[in-house]
């Protein structure tokens, strides 16, 4: 009586295995998606997509004063004149003797010549140096597919997108080096462009120039995963699932069947 109760093995394996089926297939084809960034503009296509805010630092090479940078001003023979001073949100520090001078949007030598010229007038040929730190506010963060995520104090507004993925340590071993994204906040909208660092090294022309695209303070770089490693752990995915799935069958199939419970016949 009891064997004639008990649910034929066969029958209960063919209701599981288009299960399995119907899963894997489904997962498999989530899977074979083509990653979006595979295709789109190279570098030094289209400018005008990320415009640069301070070109005519870029030019010069150098940033230009502006609030919250240190300038450490060196007096020759004045030690009382000779301190750290930091420019104020208008753009100008106060000095002794001299008082307020706007310094907002000059170069250091710039500025070194302007001071020169304000002690001159209560010094004897003046002699000064002037070092300036620049606010670490002028930053990019680097996301994603790096070795180390980072937030990278610009130094220089001639600093190349390859150039803070490199202080991040470069992309990692899945990061998508055709994918490449560059979000800045343009007139308070936040605009995200595609670039392709492949094309620097392999370019479908080799006589189209590729220009590095410059970051700007408040940029965030993030390398995306690159498809094939998208693809792989997907893959992983689908696997896991199916031996998941494989286990449960074979748990309800070794597992003691409702008719020996009831019968006692458990062994």
């Not at 408040?218 to 498809?227: N, Q």
Request: proline share 6%; glycine share 8%.
């Amino acid at each position: 009586m009891a064997e004639a109760s008990q649910p034929p093995t066969h029958l209960m394996s063919s209701h599981l295995r288009p299960f399995l089926l119907c899963a894997s297939v489904a997962l498999l084809a989530a899977s074979c998606s083509v990653s979006p960034y595979t295709e789109g503009p190279s570098l030094g296509e289209n400018p005008s997509a990320l415009p640069l805010d301070y070109n005519a630092e870029i030019q010069n090479g150098q940033f230009f004063l502006g609030p919250e940078d240190r300038i450490t001003l060196d007096v020759w023979q004045h030690t009382d004149l000779s301190r750290t001073y930091k420019v104020r949100n208008d753009g100008s520090v106060i000095l002794p003797l001299v008082g307020k001078l706007h310094v907002g949007g000059e170069t250091r030598e710039q500025f070194e010549d302007q001071v020169t010229e304000a002690y001159g007038e209560y010094l004897v040929s003046p002699v000064l140096y002037v070092d300036v730190e620049f606010s670490p506010e002028r930053k990019v963060t680097v996301l994603g597919e790096v070795n180390r995520t980072s937030v990278v104090t610009l130094l220089s507004p001639r600093t190349t997108v390859l150039d803070v993925i490199a202080q991040a340590g470069g992309i990692g071993e899945d990061g998508d080096r055709t994918g490449v994204l560059i979000a800045r906040r343009v007139n308070g909208a936040m605009t995200v462009r595609h670039y392709d660092l492949e094309a620097l090294f392999m370019p479908s022309d080799p006589n189209l120039r590729t220009d590095i695209p410059y970051v700007q303070s408040g940029d965030v770089v993030y390398v995306i995963h690159t498809w094939r490693s998208a693809y792989d752990d997907r893959l992983r995915t689908v696997s896991d699932s199916l031996r998941a799935l494989i286990f449960a069958e074979n748990a309800i199939l070794n597992g003691p069947r409702v008719s020996d419970a009831l019968t006692g016949d458990i062994r």
